[in-house]
């Protein structure tokens, strides 16, 4: 891939588009919230020196670094001496500067880093109205570029993947290197560390305009569940999102729902309906909101709060799955008229849909309409004519209203769908020979 300029993005949408326009091949991402920063690793910013000193200055550093750790008796783990490379994954999991640059495997995830604050730039600039851009570093994972690190190669020494000297006129060799020790934040961020040189060239890359991070980072929670809690799950993570330097924010409308799904996970449903409370507060147009509040509702048997959601949400989305969803949450709340309302409802909105007949016609079984469920149940074969259920069932309406030939052949045409040693099987022939038994003393 040519190196070109890189392109300019203000959604998520585009920078998905952006992203399958790289065409076949294995990526690896990093996003920064300055356009301005290269692919370069912490450690070399720190030194002042330049040119011919830089080299050895960054090395150093990450030499002392892990010098210094051992002293302090952090080089160990679970009674197992560290390698070089591991005590530097552990010093960058917390905050060091290493000789190590974070990438990962999800763009998305580099697209959330890119659209974060630049602190650095925040505190150093005095022109607050423009803040910068941010950049998706992209490079194309190519084992001749990127040398795997494997578990023979975690034993060397730092030296030895920064040496001193190497062939005139050459790149230096650069590592991947996917540590085996996966904590959860490695894990949730898909990290992976490259390293061998202070710094390296990007295949692509992508801009993000400043004016639409904020937009962007509420689309990645939206689609792809993409926030902070989720890519810092460990505490010290959960610390750092919540120390002095960092801006409250107020919780937003997934926060809550969250929250509340939480709680009615555990049958805390008074504490579930407080936070489905002000996720509706805050998200008044999101019909889920409703639906798994009526939910709740319906647990602590506030049959009629729930019924009011449902036809909220409805009232919001009035697509076939929302009254279906309203459908089989009154069937529980056994408001079997109302559920009926609500399946024909899907029917008039979408006709061939493959199950609300038959989810109809239960309901008007419950109510003794039989004739009613039957013709339901007719309509739903005309759609599925292999469902060995709906056979069953009409098989058995027919054997409560009489019709016994009509049961046999239902109960027959159901057993053309079984195997011989299927668990329904004895049952369907059970009720054949039942049916035939009262035919007989019938006639």
Same mark, same amino acid.
């Given at each position: 891939m040519?190196?070109?300029? %890189?392109?300019?993005?203000?959604?998520? &949408?585009?920078?998905?588009?952006?992203?399958k326009? !790289?065409?076949?091949?294995?990526?690896l991402?990093? =996003?920064v919230?300055?356009?301005?920063y290269?692919?370069?690793a912490?450690?070399?910013?720190?030194?002042?020196?330049?040119?011919?000193?830089s080299?050895?200055?960054?090395?150093?550093?990450?030499?002392?670094?892990?010098?210094?750790?051992?002293?302090?008796?952090?080089?160990?783990?679970?009674?197992?001496?560290?390698?070089?490379?591991?005590?530097l994954?552990?010093?960058?999991?917390f905050?060091?500067?290493?000789? *190590?640059?974070?990438?990962?495997?999800?763009?998305?995830?580099?697209l959330?880093?890119?659209? /974060?604050?630049? !602190?650095?730039? /925040?505190?150093?600039?005095?022109? &607050?109205?423009? %803040? +910068?851009d941010?950049k998706?570093?992209?490079?194309r994972?190519?084992? *001749?570029?990127?040398?795997?690190?494997?578990?023979?190669?975690?034993?060397?020494?730092?030296?030895?993947?920064?040496?001193?000297?190497?062939?005139? =006129?050459?790149?230096?060799?650069l590592?991947?290197?996917? %540590?085996?020790?996966q904590?959860?934040?490695?894990?949730?961020?898909?990290?992976i560390?490259?390293?061998?040189?202070?710094?390296?060239?990007?295949?692509?890359a992508?801009?993000?305009?400043e004016?639409?991070?904020?937009? #962007?980072?509420?689309?990645?929670?939206?689609v792809?569940?993409?926030? %902070?809690?989720i890519?810092?799950?460990d505490f010290? =993570?959960?610390?750092? *999102?919540?120390?002095?330097?960092? +801006?409250?924010?107020?919780?937003? $409308?997934?926060?809550?729902f969250?929250?509340a /799904?939480?709680?009615?996970?555990?049958?805390?449903?008074?504490?579930?309906?407080?936070?489905?409370?002000?996720?509706?507060?805050?998200? +008044?147009?999101d &019909?889920?909101?409703? !639906?798994?509040?009526?939910? $709740?509702?319906?647990?602590?048997?506030?049959n009629?709060?729930?019924?009011?959601? *449902?036809?909220?949400?409805?009232?919001?989305?009035?697509?076939?799955?929302?009254?279906?969803?309203?459908?089989k949450t009154?069937?529980?709340m056994?408001e079997?008229?109302?559920?009926?309302?609500?399946?024909?409802?899907?029917?008039?909105l979408a006709?061939d849909?493959?199950?609300?007949?038959?989810r109809?016609?239960?309901?008007?079984?419950?109510?003794?309409?039989?004739?009613?469920? #039957?013709?339901d149940?007719?309509?739903?074969?005309?759609?599925? +004519?292999d469902?060995?259920?709906?056979?069953?069932?009409r098989?058995?309406?027919?054997?409560?209203?009489?019709?016994?030939?009509?049961a046999?052949?239902d109960?027959?045409?159901?057993?053309?769908?079984l &195997?011989p040693?299927?668990?329904?099987?004895?049952?369907?022939k059970?009720?054949i020979?039942?049916?035939?038994?009262?035919?007989?003393?019938?006639?």
């Open positions: 040519n190196k070109k300029e %890189p392109t300019r993005i203000s959604s998520l &949408s585009e920078f998905i588009k952006w992203v326009q !790289l065409g076949s091949g294995n990526y991402f990093r =996003g919230p300055n356009a301005e290269r692919i370069q912490s450690a070399f910013r720190r030194p002042k020196e330049e040119n011919v000193r080299f050895e200055k960054f090395l150093q550093i990450n030499r002392d670094l892990i010098i210094d750790a051992r002293l302090r008796g952090h080089g160990e783990r679970d009674g197992r001496e560290l390698g070089d490379l591991e005590i994954a552990q010093l960058q999991h905050g060091a500067a290493t000789c *190590l640059i974070d990438f990962t495997r999800n763009a998305q995830v580099a959330y880093f890119a659209c /974060e604050k630049d !602190l650095k730039w /925040e505190k150093k600039s005095q022109d &607050s109205e423009n %803040p +910068p941010g998706v570093h992209v490079v994972n190519d084992p *001749l570029r990127f040398k795997k690190v494997t578990p023979d190669l975690l034993k060397e020494k730092i030296d030895y993947f920064f040496p001193r000297f190497h062939p005139y =006129g050459r790149d230096r060799q590592y991947r290197w996917e %540590p085996g020790y904590n959860n934040r490695i894990i949730a961020q898909q990290s560390f490259i390293f061998g040189d202070y710094e390296f060239d990007e295949n692509d992508c801009i993000v305009e004016n639409c991070k904020e937009d #962007i980072l509420i689309a990645l929670e939206r792809s569940g993409i926030t %902070p809690a890519l810092y799950p010290d =993570g959960f610390a750092r *999102l919540h120390r002095e330097g960092e +801006p409250y924010t107020e919780l937003s $409308a997934s926060d809550y969250r929250r /799904e939480r709680a009615y996970s555990e049958a805390q449903y008074e504490e579930a309906i407080l936070n489905y409370d002000k996720a509706v507060e805050l998200d +008044p147009q &019909s889920e909101t409703y !639906l798994w509040r009526a939910l $709740a509702k319906q647990a602590l048997g506030r009629n709060d729930a019924i009011d959601d *449902l036809n909220k949400m409805v009232e919001i989305d009035s697509s076939p799955h929302a009254f279906e969803m309203q459908g009154l069937s529980h056994k079997y008229q109302k559920a009926i309302a609500a399946f024909s409802k899907v029917i008039e006709p849909h493959p199950f609300c007949y038959i109809r016609a239960i309901e008007k079984l419950k109510l003794r309409q039989y004739q009613e469920a #039957i013709n149940i007719d309509q739903h074969l005309q759609i599925e +004519p469902d060995f259920y709906a056979y069953r069932l098989g058995k309406v027919n054997e409560d209203l009489e019709n016994l030939d009509e046999k052949r109960f027959q045409k159901a057993l053309t769908f &195997s040693n299927a668990r329904s099987t004895g049952e369907i059970s009720n020979q039942r049916i035939e038994k009262r035919i007989v003393e019938k006639n």
